[in-house]
């Protein structure tokens, strides 16, 4: 993305904030005139001490009670200012953040799967930081430095309009060399940004895999690793801070040439009758305030450069292309439902490789569908695609004699309660958790529900029951977390069930009980069910053997059975005769 | 935040001459106005155009040696700052990796990702701006109130008393600011928690129609995050317009005495310009201070939160112990208790000999993994002792005894890069064919063929793996490793019943490794030489699975309810 088209966008983001922007505005312009006003007011009361005895009291305490008030009201009027643009900046970084996030609730998972957490996290995160630090100096500083140097021309243009004009003309210069040097450091910013995402992504995946590094004893190899990532992250950083910072000297530089251009121009042209030493003295004090918010300004430029680069990196998760949208003119299927028929669909992540080809099923209302076959062959693709987590590729899948592309997303999951082998909760409370898919249930339910996923006894044992805050590292068991989840399903009693090894962590005497509250739940159910349980599978109305993404065998057990293919096999191997 | 300090010792040169410098640039900087009064005397008022090319001259003179010095005190300014981020990223990054398991449960991985990455950044900025500027400023500071007593030292007292008031109402700013911005960085971290929830359970999310509650959990986290943002901003939003309020006064005082005394012929008018000069040169370096103070305060807070992580001691110390035994391993008297609360394994022993096969089995929350969690040392006992090879635990150092066991934890966790270098992870020496035989064993050759080779990718976390193609390779990883101990933590659940029947005759025949088999299916462990049954994390019953059938009703439960229908033929 371009810098001038994340410009335009984050302008977007401003709108809103219009009034405030124009407040902001008109109270630097108090500010800067009063400012400049004090010196002078200082200068009238000098003025009036002439010498012993000729001091005009009067008038001197007058100019002070003047200033005072003048001190008075600047202060509070660039404490509002002050404010002002925290509040514009921190909405902006609200809005962006609010819609970043809502972003990734429409990103379709196939962004999700393919991306690392940790850079998307950075991005919403410190990107977003750094930003918003870039956009409140730009704010506080660009106005009133504006005003300064249109203020202070203009008392200059009314003392000597020619050495006026060459301070102007020359001035500029700063700017030519602010402009250089950003141009210069512009990739070593981006060089950095990408080094940093770099590091922040192996952070990211060692800290998650922090236990199984300790137990490889492998510490140092990894550390060593990040000190290579790290050292180049150092080098990055040190020329873009260091080539970027040199902004600041070059442009003061620049300005003392003027200060003493104005000098010599004031100088001779004093000589030559034209401009009185008074004149030249208040000329070159105005001539350097005139050039001090230059500096401000070229400082300003590269925090925004660097703001540009991170807000560009938000931009474009916020610009991700989302899931393709709901149909409009979307139909609805009531919560009495079950059919489902998939008619030769086809579809693969990878397009170069193919992987279901030509599926057909037909499954109707309360049937049991057990999924089988070796680990890896393509079991969890296919519920993938019942949830509408991917699209098919080529053919249809209808529920209810629907294709479920013409159904809202919601309308088509909320029909199903999905447990999976691998749990995630929220970080909240067991209460919360449980709760997930039916924020206002009652108490009742949710003890309910905990009882028939035999989750409430050991809920009752932890800390605070029901209100222990649970989350990432909640010291819970992989069974414990699995029980939650189907808790957390018991609650909905949703019309439709996917199992994906729903109860692979959960120990055998609980799993038997659960599978009875399972069973009880599937009455009349449709449910998709991935087990490695002879004895679930073997009750199933519809077997689907699966093999390297391909259904190879379909039927139920008895069909299988005496088929006496790839099933029996399987079906033999797990009854362990050894 | 103090003890990071030390992260700067490496940069004493660059620190010093950093802002060495600068005081040498500011100084050149105090010339100028001296330069152009002998441009007014001498030149003007002498009308000697010859001495006004030549001051001028002196001038961008000066104004050339001021760029160089300041272009060196920002290299080494900007050296000492990345330089001391570094030092404190690798530092920190290690020390996190050799956190003990409980502790870094406790603090969360999303904070520690924080702490590496946004903290470190804000405190690096911190450094830089600090060593550039906050020398400069008491030196003009201090300059000016000098030169002030130089001009009169009556009329200068009023410096003595508006310079300690500054400082006062600089420091009650910074110090006042900072526990506001730590309140400021827990929400962040807050909404840095829900972001990383919501990409990791995407799913489920989904699957619960649940977007739009986690909108509004995040939204309500981020209003709360802005507001307390607001309010930390209107605090430090002061230091401008109070300093101003203050200098101003000042100079309104100077003003009034000034007045006074010029009437009385104590002090000339001249005089009165300087001191005012040099009360508002005060100001100047003040507003520049000012813009300082909340990447200060910001740093100052961050660099707080980093020492707090790196100051986290684990207590994983080696200890000496005339602990001796027989067995390869042997708990005596065991009990584990994890932060508080109940004891979570109580008064354990047995005894394994070598190339032995144990099974541990039990309810989920039984114990099971804590037991085996003893082994490698990922958590030390609260009682009695756990011996591996003859020694006590404690007596090994971590990477010793990490070296003698090798764990396929519960959850599969991969590492981007190859199918070797994640198979090799424990054993970089590894052949090919060492790395092929314990995919063979581990029942992965075929992830290897369907991913084309040892050398094809592995997305980050294993991404780009199914959860048994994960599973598999990660006891592939652990049995190259060629540990004396092989400790399998439920590290099953994805496999279908042939590839872990397969898998489970193909372990037991590496030779001389004692394994464990922890395992929620009794048909995992019935083949083990011994099996330790646990209930509510004491011992149920060890045996074989023949003599714990007769004797261990907890064992017989568990092995009835996974056959009650008949699925065994005996």
Redo the contacts between chains.
Sequence with gaps: MSNAAVIRKLLKYLKGSRRYLFLSLILAGVTTALTLL??IL?GL??D????????N?DS??K??VI??VA??V???V??IM??IN??VT??V??RV??EA??K????P?SY???H???D???R???DV??FAEGLLLGLSQSFSSVLTIIGTLAFMLFIDWKIALLVLVVTPLSFVVAAFIAKKTYSMFKLRTET?AE???Y?????????????????????AC??EI??R??LA??DA??YS??T???T??VN??V???V??AG??S??AGGIT?GA??SF?SYANQYTKPFNEISGVVTELQNAIICAGRVLEVIEAESEKADNENAERVGSERGDVKLCNVSFSYDKAKKLIEELNLDVKKGQRVAI?????CGK?TLINLL?R?YDVDEGEICLENINVEDLT??NL??G???V???T?L??GTVKENIA??K?DATDEEIIEAAKKAHAHG?IKRL?KGYDTVI???S?L????KQ?L?IA?LML?KPPML?LD?AT?????????RIQKAFATLMEGRTSFIVA?R??TIREADVILVMRDGKIVEQGNHKTLMAKGGFYK??YN?????? | MKKLFVYLKNYKKECVLGPAFKLL?ALFELF?PLV?AS??DK???G?N?AH??Q??GV??L???I??VC??TA??F???A???F??KI??KL??H????S?KN???I???T???R???DI?QL?NGV?LVL?LFLRSPFIVFGAAIMAFTVDVKAALVFLFTIPLLALIVFAIILGGAPLYKKVQSK?DA?????????????????????K???AR??EN??Q??AR??FA??IT??M???T??VV??S??YI??T???N????TL??GE??AL?NYM?QILIELVKLANLIITVTKAVACGNRISDVLDIKDGMETEKSDDTSDAMVEFRNVSLC?SG?ENSLSDISFKVKKGQSVGVI?????GK?SLINLI?R?YDATEGAVLVDGRNVKSYT??EI??K???V???A????GTIRSNVA??N?DATDEEIMEAIRIAQAE??VN?KGGLDSEV???G?N?????R??L?IA?AIA?KADILILD?SA??????????LRKSIAEIKDATVFIVS????SVM?CDMIITLEDGAVAGIGTHKELLESCPVYE??YY??Y??G???E
């Design positions: 004090v010196p200082t009361a000098v009036g001490m002439l010498g012993e005895n000729a001091v009291m001197v305490v100019v002070i200033i005072t001190t008075v600047t202060a509070l660039q404490w002050n404010i925290n509040r921190y909405t970084v609200r953040r609010d996030f809502n990734i609730q429409s990103l998972l999700i799967d393919t690392r957490t940790g998307i996290v950075n919403v995160i410190s930081d750094q940093q590091a922040t992504a952070i990211d995946e060692m800290i998650a895999g922090k236990n199984v590094v300790a137990a490889f004893g492998k510490e140092d190899e990894v550390a990040f000190d790290n050292t992250l150092n950083t040190l801070v260091f910072s040199i600041n000297p070059a003061r530089f003392s040439v200060y003493a251009l000098g010599l100088a001779l004093s000589v030493v030249l003295s070159l089988v076959g070796p680990t890896g969890t949830m987590f997303r919601q999951r909320e199903f309660g999905m999976l082998q691998e995630w929220k970080s997930f898919g924020p050991f800390p989350g990432d590292n010291g068991s992989q069974g414990q029980l989840c957390r909905v996917i090894e692979s962590s959960i120990d055998t005497r609980t799993e038997i490695h002879l004895s096999e399987l191997a797990g009854l362990n005769k050894e | 640039e100028v152009m441009v007014i030149g003007i008022n009308g155009t006004i090319w001051m001028i001038m961008v000066l104004g050339v001021g760029l300041s272009i920002q290299y300014c900007a050296v700052a990345v330089g981020s570094g990223r690798t990054f290690a996190i990796g050799r956190l398991f870094s449960d406790n969360g991985q999303a520690l990702i924080a590496l990455t946004s950044n690096q830089n550039r962040l909404i840095l928690n829900i972001t990383r929830e919501n990409l990791t359970g995407a799913r489920v999310i989904r699957a619960f129609t649940a977007e509650a986690e909108i995040f939204e981020n209003r995050l802005m943002a607001l901003g209107k939003a002061l401008n317009p109070a101003y309020v101003n006064l100079i309104v003003l009034y000034g007045a006074i010029v009437n009385m012929g000339s008018q009165v310009v005012v508002s994890y609360g039990g309810v989920t929350g039984s993994s490698p990922f971590l990477s990490r070296s066991v090798s764990v934890p519960q959850k966790q991969l590492f981007k992870f424990g970089s075929d992830v369907a997305g980050q976390m991404k793996l199914s959860g048994g193609q599973q598999r990660t990883r490793k439920d659940s994805a496999l279908d019943y042939k590839t872990d029947y397969n929620q299916r009794a048909s083949n439960e568990i309810s996974q009650e229908r699925d065994f033929n």
